[in-house]
């Protein structure tokens, strides 16, 4: 087991073969970077390039009326308006890849409205002008009417009896029913009869609200006609996956499209869409041959750009009285928004083999409505179903161990895989690979100086201090390296979950890496160049990454779901055993000896027991390019790659425990330490792990602390700007103290298990429970994220939960702010 | 975004400004630092005809001293006020109120006088402003005149000033004796505005609080003074109790909004015990 | 239209731009300077942050008439006027050498302000760190790095006799 704190730099002088994984390599990509020689989207300029502006819907639920575009057409520098009814015939859907159920409706989703707009942001013409600004100001000139429709926000309301419909074309607001039952599955005993049977049930009412990704780059996209050849730059974190779905919206032949993700600033899955405007921008060049850019600004971005969580969940435990948890029951109500995106519906169903957690459940039942409402779509933000399921167990866990009187670190002991468990195949149907709970969690303490803090909080609470103490705890795994495809297919997903890698031998010696992971902050070109170091036995400098071009990188999925290192680093891996093998020949037939005899160490080949005979990959290439000799029987070339298709889903897991102060005069929270340690299997790179941790630290803090996406009773999003969606700074987090175990994962040849979601899945629960333990003792049962100052002081002031127990009829409101008692408060301040 | 397209003026005195306010058409904007001003423009929630750029009036930048008061340019930058000495000898308040405003870029652009002139009541240094009983000194096309604190927040928004008329300098009184200072302002995050602020002075005599003067962050549509907690404290002893229940009536004559942040109950709340808070600080507790 | 003359990372430019342009835009779309970013439209992210007569400014907040006859300085006039091979600014070497930056959209706007803190505090603490960069938004990196390598750069900057833009 490792710990690291500050990793330290590679030497990267020593001219021994020296390891590169495990190394903490200073990025290749920061040069560019950090001088701003930058290559975003909307950097991009092209002779006779023309804007597009979109005008958007300030209605959430209306009939366009009427819409008169004719001033702006007339308007200076203005080439061209389109309306939804101009592009109807051609706008097609875009795609939903996941159909949840076989009987998921889906009501399609027009880019541009055509009569009914059914979410505010939702764009409803487009003026193509000679620069940003004079297809800006023609928006203005654009008069359009709205026949209002009743406005659906709340989901509770949207599925009752008689609720007004979202999609005309629709039975009911209800998208789908999912249900996954261990029973029916086979994996887990009847759920209602280890209800039936348990000494006590706890069910708590937990709200995932609603949020913004919110990545620094606004999203941009840049279409460049040339004949039937069209060429699309996008700030997409899936230039292949856009590739094809474009290709199927539009009509354009796939092999006349080409994609292309330049420097991207951040996703989060945000970036995982196939945006409206992408495929606008793209019937426009079409219509006019000419380039077109489109960027929006982070108004747009905030209003129109897919959401992420906005579930309400329902979570039942089951226990006998000595803390043995026997059965767990789920039921979800996921907000899909106004219309399903491309993986909508499956957000919450990808959580819902998640919620066990790290438990031995015997019995679970999960149930899942996805439900429309008059709001953008959710779709996947990072960690994607597997954050909500993280946070209704570790905080389940919590309930029913003050129900029981248990410290919940015990409770937690008691139930959780022990290490030599593993293989481990879970109540949910899923076989975790490797792990050490207990390890992580001694290491968690040790960092976190525990003992001294719960010595601290005793103390506060004996002097009444105002500022009182509270540690929280969330041991947590998450399913990563996304994903087997043959699961993804018995999950009804629309794709495969293979990566593909080539691998490019250049005359020089020097090395290509193709892959098509398509990274946007991630550090690929680093990482993988610190993979193909080791395999090839190549300097780290002489290897180049190349990505995110669908014409370089012809096969790939892209980067989501914790995947690129397990499944995209495997490709390469993959890929340059095969370029071994190649070589392998050639040099067996330069070094004229049997291939069996030959050693690969170093990248070199070696006959063994002949010192001196040895000859260098880098030579080998030059040798083949040359071609003048090589054996019969084979090609002059020993470039390779490999597609990996992982047999399993690997399990990082982790112990994280934040000690948090709450000030119950004032209800501000502040979080005191936050430590955690996390399994991610193999680590190649120390610096990019601990910053991918810490940025999903940030993220899961932030999600409890300050983000809510808030609509008005109108439908409006109030949080529309940064001034009101609040992104914590530099000064409102904590320093971090992190730590690693490993345990490899076996599914992969790297062993590693994944890290871009860690942070961001453990966090949120470990934040929720510490704030719950430092003002327990005054009554509060809950407090529903984020826990806003107002939240926090209702609900130590009221005891209960701040008025948020009463069901969630306020979704659309302000504030929260019922100020009743809920049932079952336990009484108010002393 | 952009903003929408207008006449721009950029004149270098102040009869200049006055001159191209007056020509500048019906709806003319005064840019100060820009720093409130230029994103509402982005967003188009105003579009003005003309905009008057304060940037090269000089005779507005800087603090001087003027017998018992300081004299504040109207177009002095927070990053400037920062580092004023006569503002750290005279008039800490302001200094500890505009450490908060922002950020340290915003601080660089931002001027004390827009600051006050756009009078957001949620803003820092109005209240400051007023608890200071600051005067304001306003130039207009028939010459000066000057209004006191109390008079120029009228509401939301909304200041004394009238059209074509310009906030050139702001007079603070230094304050005589021992007087301590505080500023205690309540958000959610480091950029975020105040959900509500209490700005406090406290003079201190013989180990009683001889006068306080208490200015309320984002309690009512304008900022406030907490005057019933001002009496309470004149001649009371400078102990934590009576200060506490000098505090309890800090929310007296308010009438915060309910907003995102905070329903006016709890605003309420946090003025007395932000109102505690500042006090004590300020009285050396 | 309206005529400026600016200088830019240590060039003249003289050119005609409407009153309503925001700096950005003109060192974007005028003046080719795309290291320089717009992040968001309210003044929040700071992505945008450039040095305005050696003060940091949000130059999305900034007219682009304001800088007329003003001196601005943007990341690419950091490491010796831009030229390929040029050494790096300590700041920016701190930022690569600690892992400050991850999509890098925020790195040219936080690296601006954090030369700008170390200008006006050479050793800061790291709360004043934090409190220094708080106009500066990043989604990546939860900032701890950010600070590393502030920490790390003023330790440099201590050391030598200048450097600082």
Redesign the interface.
Known sequence: MTVTEE?Q?ASGTDTAPQKEIGQAR??K??????????T?T??M?LPGMLHMAVLRSPVAHGRITALDVTAAKEAPNVVAVYTGRDLAEEQGSIPCAWPVTPDMVNPGHPSIAVDQVNHVGEAVAIVIGRS??AA??AL?LIDVDYEPLPVVLDMEEAIAEGAPLVHDSTESNRSYHFVFDAGEAGTGSDTEQAFADAEVVVSRRFVQQRLIP?????RSVVVQPQGDNYTMWSATQIPHILRVMAAMVTGIPEHKLRVVAP????G?GGKLQVNPEEILALLVARRLGKPIKWTE???ESLMTAHHGRDQIQYVDVAADREGNVKGLRVRLLADMGAYLRLITPGVPALGAFMFPGIYKFGAYRFECDGIFTNKVPTDAYRGAGRPEATFAVERIMDELAVELGMDPLELRRKNWINADEFPFTTVAGLAYDSGDYETATQEALRLLGYDELREEQRRRRESNDPVQLGIGFSTFTEMCGLAPSRVLGSLSFGAGGWEHASIRMLPTGKVEVVTGSTP????HETAWSQLVADSLGVPFEDVEVLHGDTAIASRGLDTYGSRSLVVGGSAVVKAADKVIAKARKIAAHLLEASEDDLEFSGGKFSVRGTPGASLGIQEIALAIFAAHDYPEGIEPSIDAEATFDPENFSFPHGTHICAMEVDT??G?VKIRKYACVDDVGTIVNP??V???V??????GIAQAL?EEA?YDADGNL??G????Y????????P??DTGNTVHEAPGNPIGAKGVGEA?CIASTPAVVNAALDAVRHLGVADIRMPL???RV??AVHAGGDGGDRAPDRTNAQ??D?AQAPAAGSQGGVQ | MIPAPFAYARPTTVDEALQAIADGGEDVKILAGGQSLIPVMRLRLAAPETVVDLDRVDELRGVREDGDALVIGAMTTHADVLHDPLIGQYAPLIAQATETVADRQVRRRGTFGGALAHADPAGDLPSVALALDAEFVIAGPNGRRTVPAADFFVDYLTTALEEGELLVEIRVPKLAGQWGMRYEKFNRVAQAWSIVAVAAAVRREDGHIAEARIGLTNMGPTPLRARATEAALAGAEASAEAIAAAARSAAEGTSPSSDLNGQADYREHLAQVLTRRAVSAAAGL | MTSINVRVDGASYSDDVEPRTLLVHYLREQLGKVGTVVGCDTSNCGACTVHLDGQAVKSCTVLAVQADGREVTTIEGLAGGGAPDAALHPVQKAFHEMHGLQCGFCTPGMIMASIDLLNENPSPSETEIREGIEGNLCRCTGYQNIVRAVQQAAGELSGSAGGQA
């Open positions: 990793p730099a200073r990025r990509e920061d040069a560019r970077l950090i001088t701003g020689r930058t975003w909307d950097n300029v940003r600004s800006a100001d203005e919110a990545f620094m780059e606004p420097d991207v600033g951040g989060f600004t982070r108004s946007h902050g991630q550090g005069e004032t501000f610096l990019i601990e910053g991918q810490h940025g999903g630290l940030a993220q300050y808030v109030t949080t700007t940064f001034v009101d609040l992104l914590p700074s530099a000064a409102d987090l320093h971090f942070g806003t100052p107002e002081w209702r302000a504030v702010s």
